[in-house]
């Protein structure tokens, strides 16, 4: 074999492992890329109690209650299911019911979602457009303030 010949199946195996790698990497990682899940996909997809993931949805009318100091706990919808969260800190100032909510935490083995982090919308008109996708996916009719990053109200 010629030196020509041998750099080419060299540089040939060492993309072949490059992209052996990649895939495999992408194939690990399926079920983490989502930026977040909603009440009915955890409930389809039966995630374990103690793993990382992010809930997203709309705060649940009349589903906050204040506890003692800054625990709060309130109920995450996608208008199919629900799921109660429990939180303890300071929440964005602009939380509320009917508002769109993103979470970050793990589910319990009650199945209450223990979140350490909570992000809320931004001004009246944004709602993140993963969350009003995924929403309007499953036939939730959104208002006028629920409009994605960027968007103009019509």
């Not at 199946?9 to 977040?36: E, R």
């Not at 769109?100 to 009650?110: F, I, M, R, S, W």
């Amino acid at each position: 074999m010629t030196r020509k010949q041998k750099r080419g199946v060299m540089i040939g195996a060492g993309v072949a492992t490059l992209a052996l790698a990649a895939i495999l990497v992408l194939f690990a990682m399926k079920d983490s890329i989502v930026f977040f899940h909603t009440p009915s996909d955890i409930a389809e997809k039966h995630i374990p109690a103690g793993q990382r993931i992010r809930l997203g949805g709309l705060v649940a009318d009349g589903s906050v209650q204040r506890g003692q100091g800054t625990t709060v706990t309130f109920k995450v919808t996608d208008t199919l299911k629900d799921i109660p969260v429990a939180f303890t800190g300071v929440l964005p100032d602009l939380f509320r019911e009917g508002q769109g909510v993103v979470a970050e935490g793990k589910l319990d083995a009650n199945g209450v979602f223990v979140a350490d982090s909570v992000l809320a919308k931004h001004d009246e008109n944004y709602m993140p457009a993963e969350v009003k996708k995924s929403l309007e996916e499953r036939g939730v009719k959104l208002g006028n303030s629920a409009h994605p990053e960027g968007a103009t109200k019509p």
